[in-house]
């Protein structure tokens, strides 16, 4: 299996991701710079966390409009999975990958510790080494990941099982004391329509070794490196 | 020619930043504020000399990239 990790000016988890993918793959990630038009067939592409073009204009906006992304855009639509990490998850939204905005946290303030999070579905190619329900920890470093759409895109994603995580107390309660930036209903992590986008702000990778202080995000990268083997 | 680009979040849309700012109003004295919303002004120079080419132009470039229209709206002014 071969992966791809996007790289832009100004990304800064893309190492991370980097290690992650080389432990649950064993095989060594392209990196791609985000100038480069053509991009070598893949199976699997993260676009990572970050300040890609020093989030110009608003967070992912200059990204989404690289040349990679154009490819990238094109691999997602012919079912190539894409993963957005925090500014991934920006940068998708931005491209049109994926519904909503992220917005300013609702307190202002870069927000950086552990959360909580409840995956709410685990019948997805990212989350399958997790249960429905179960409680992970993971860590959040962002100042813009108020999660925001309108009404009908929200019931939408929660209708069709596409949101994957949503912040949560550690035992469970998707509460608002919970919620760190003011996403709407709590809302960590989405799907596209089709299940093969997943964008969220919470960064798996910095999660996915004893060494990191943790391995609960070990199981999102075994989870899609067994779907894709 | 110059057009300017004003750019706002939709009303509906919360604007942390601009409660801060109507905050801060508050605390150096200015009473009667009853609401602040924060946007963004970007001018253009182009080319175009014919005003509705420039207008169209304008509007192109918010739709793409200048305004995310999930949460913001814009408002086109061409000028001289």
């Known amino acids: 299996m071969k992966s791809a990790v996007i790289v832009f000016p100004g990304s800064n988890c893309d190492r991370d991701v980097q290690v992650a993918l080389r432990a649950s793959l064993g095989a060594e990630p392209l990196m791609a710079w985000h100038g480069d038009a053509a991009l070598p067939a893949v199976d699997l592409i993260v676009v990572p966390g970050g300040f890609s073009y020093g989030d110009y204009l608003r967070a992912g906006a200059m990204a989404a409009h690289s040349p990679v992304m154009r490819e990238v855009a094109l691999r997602a639509a012919a079912g190539v999975p894409v993963l957005g990490i925090c500014n991934g998850f920006q940068v998708l939204c931005e491209a049109g990958l994926l519904p909503g905005a992220l917005m300013r946290n609702a307190g202002l303030k870069f927000i950086c510790r552990d959360v909580h999070l409840r995956v709410d579905n685990a019948r997805t190619i990212f989350t399958s080494g997790y249960a429905t329900g179960q409680v992970v920890r993971m860590p959040v470093a962002h100042a813009d990941g108020n999660y925001n759409a309108d009404a009908a895109t929200l019931d939408a994603l929660e209708g069709e099982g596409r949101v994957a995580f949503r912040y949560c107390a550690a035992d469970g309660a998707v509460t608002e004391a919970a919620n760190p930036n003011g996403s709407a209903r709590n809302i960590a992590g989405i799907l596209n329509a089709a299940g093969n986008v997943l964008g969220m702000m919470p960064h798996p990778e910095r999660l996915a070794e004893a060494a990191l202080g943790g391995t609960d995000g070990r199981a999102m990268f075994d989870s899609v490196c067994t779907a894709l083997v | ?80």
Do not use: W
Not at chain 2, 51 to 74: F, G, H, Q, S, W
């Open chain 2, 1 to 80: 020619m110059k057009v300017r680009v004003h750019i706002t979040l939709k009303s509906g849309v919360l604007d942390p930043q601009g409660k801060a700012i109507q905050h801060a109003l508050d605390g150096l004295g200015f009473a009667g504020v009853d609401g602040v919303r924060q946007g963004k002004y970007i001018e253009i120079d182009l080319a175009e000399t014919d005003p509705a080419k420039a207008r169209e132009t304008a509007e192109a470039m918010c739709a793409r990239l200048l305004a995310n229209t999930v949460i913001e709206d814009y408002r086109v002014d061409v000028g001289a």
